[in-house]
């Protein structure tokens, strides 16, 4: 299943269109009425169950909210509009993963505007900040023999690390943004996993511990429990090779947090704390705004560890 949001019934899908007009005019109720008249002609359509939510959510309509957001996932069973995520963040639940399929059709459907929209209209910086971060602690002309870059996407933070690789690889869940990241020639290797899966289980290739840098620029956001990308990262790197990561900067008593942009944001004494308990130093941490989101800053943390 994609995110394609036709019902197949020509009648559903202009009842819809006119609904999210209504709803973009303010008219939530009215629009959130005409969406169910779609949906009764559609019943199974998940889509229009996830439209019909949204429509309700911006009315401040709960339960009816969360009733569409349950019918959703009724016909979306991998759930890829991150149905149960909205309820949790609803219901103030945190749950410690997002569904896969979720994250990988997010970035699937983002993949061709991703580097105009978060250099050109987020501000994004966490490539040419962590790179720079990097290379003040291993020097400017050092260079890593195997990099792996973890969620490498379109590979903007390859563009920034690539002349310091001898061999650069690049993961990704999206298969879109793997196909960008390819365009751009930057990496050796490159291939789709899933590193909120176990090391056996994600899809990475290779040598166990032959990395001497591994990085996951702006990817931790999309993981609330590290314990399995930690795992998937000791896994593959060498003794004393570097960490380099960003999060999202939760306050100290969080651990880790679920934001209504549905991002996770994790305080910098849980990250040091699962670093350590996979056997990694905290050689840096520096905090910095990452980008923007609604036209409000987003505060990271900036990570580099080292393996002992
Ligand atoms: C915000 S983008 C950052 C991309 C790139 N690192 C950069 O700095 O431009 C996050 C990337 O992480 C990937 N991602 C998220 N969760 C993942 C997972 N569990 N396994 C592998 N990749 C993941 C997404 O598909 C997306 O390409």
Redesign the pocket.
Known sequence: MTRNLTSGDITADRRSEYAKMLSENGDHAAAADLMAQALELVPNWAAGWFQLAEIAEKGGDRDRTVAALHKTMEFDRNDIFGAGLKIARIEGRTPPLPP?AY??EL?NDYAARFDEA?VEKLNYT??GKLAALIRNHVGPGHSFFDAV??????G??GAEIAANCFRLEG????DS?LARASAKKLYNHLAR????RPPEQSGLFGQPRRADLVSA???MM??GDLKAAFDNVAALIKPDGVFAFSVEKAGEDAGFELRSSLRYAHSETHVVTALYGHGFETLATEETVIRTDAGEPITGLLFLARKT
């Open positions: 896969s994250v990988a970035f978060l966490v490539p870059d973890l969620g490498c996407g379109t903007l933070f993961y990704d869940i999206s943004m996993a899933d590193i909120s620029a702006d990817v999309y993981l």
